[in-house]
């Protein structure tokens, strides 16, 4: 079984999905991590140096690969549902949460952090309302199952995204 976390950048993804995996006992991968590791630089410098749609590419190539493993949990990137082939490949190929996350409590959570490239800008929160509204609609049209993020425990997080997968049959806890 691979399942697929999928948010705007804040949301949990990597935090909830290495403890997902932990408790599934399955791999964890973090398809950002991969991209910095086969880049040797950081997304924020890749990003400044060579644009978003050179680092889409990448991406676009990584979720391709990543979606193919036969068991684990997977986080991604904020902006992965931008292209449709990673919206496909996901869906088609993972079991998709949505780490649903309202753009106050994402600044909240974020308001200092100086490496996402997208909010390095004079208006972050206002950013953060922009993404969701051109990302929440591909968030849902690609996600099996989505979870309101609020203000729960990455450990209750995770307990009821556990819940979700045991109602739906894909996973025994």
Known sequence: MLLSLI?????GKSTVGRQLARRLQVPFSDSDHVIEQRLGCSIREYFEREGEASFRDLEQTVIDELTQAPAGVLSTGGGVVLRPDNRDHLHTRTHVIYLNSVPEELFRRLRHDKSRPLLQVAEP????????????PLYRETAHFSVDTGRPSVASLVNMIL????LAGIART
């Open 7 to 11: 948010g705007l950048p804040g949301s």
């Open 125 to 136: 929160m206002q950013r953060l309302r922009d993404l969701y509204v051109q990302r929440d």
């Open 163 to 166: 819940m979700q997968l045991e």
